[in-house]
């Protein structure tokens, strides 16, 4: 018998959005609130015309390691697939990329 371990993804922006999660996941996601603490967030400018219809904004929160430790982004932690991992990192524009991060 083989388990597959759930992937915990971080989200702080529209990936949180139950609209966005069954567009792009075929499902409502579960998760939990959590913060990525030592990081701030600034809004990028998206252009894709596909996440723009998704997401229903011009904008979306985009984060970066803060030069002040007490700087924190909340979010939510999702549980989700391997394939479901594919999905996110298909729905991110290119600015985007994928770190591993400590939470609060």
């Known amino acids: 018998?083989?388990?597959?371990?759930?992937?915990?993804l971080f989200s702080y922006g529209t990936l949180q959005d139950k609209n966005v999660q069954v567009a792009h996941f075929g499902r409502e996601l579960r998760g939990h609130r959590d913060s990525v603490p030592g990081y701030r967030q600034a809004m990028l400018e998206i252009t894709d015309p596909d996440v723009i219809a998704a997401s229903g904004k011009t904008h979306h929160p985009i984060v970066e390691p803060s030069?002040?430790?007490?700087?924190?982004?909340?979010?939510?932690?999702?549980?989700?697939?391997?394939?479901?991992?594919?999905?996110?990192?298909?729905y991110e524009v290119s600015d985007y990329k994928r770190v591993s991060v400590n939470l609060k």
């Open 1 to 8: 018998m083989t388990t597959t371990a759930a992937i915990l």
């Open 67 to 90: 030069p002040n430790a007490a700087d924190e982004v909340p979010g939510t932690v999702f549980e989700i697939t391997a394939q479901e991992l594919e999905a996110a990192d298909k």
